[in-house]
């Protein structure tokens, strides 16, 4: 019994310490713009600062894609758009 009630005691740490762990890694990022460019764009081209298109260019790009990359039209508002565009323009 007391080998039960201390494998439920080390679980209960280990989901406290999990979820501790995410909370930080939401906080990792300095701005929403960071946080959208790393899961929308930094899979496929890595550091923002590869990017070094004018600012109109780059929104456009995001917003209808490429040959190759998707249109983010749909899945990524205006202002969301824009932060991305700051995150990137920060990064020169
Ligand atoms: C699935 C991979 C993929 C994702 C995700 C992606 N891209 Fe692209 N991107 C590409 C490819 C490939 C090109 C080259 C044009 C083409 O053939 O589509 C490109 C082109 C560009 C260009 C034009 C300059 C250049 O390097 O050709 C910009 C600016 C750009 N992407 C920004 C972004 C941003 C910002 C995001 C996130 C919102 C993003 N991309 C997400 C694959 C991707």
Known sequence: MKTLISTAVASLCCVALYSCASI???EHYATTGEKLYAENCYGCHREATTLDEPKEFIHKTIHYGGKIM???????SEAEH???????LKQR
């Not at 998707?70 to 990524?76: G, R, T």
């Open 82 to 88: 824009q932060q991305i565009i700051d995150y990137i």
């Open 24 to 26: 930080d890694n939401a």
């Open 70 to 76: 998707p249109s983010f039209e749909e899945s990524l």
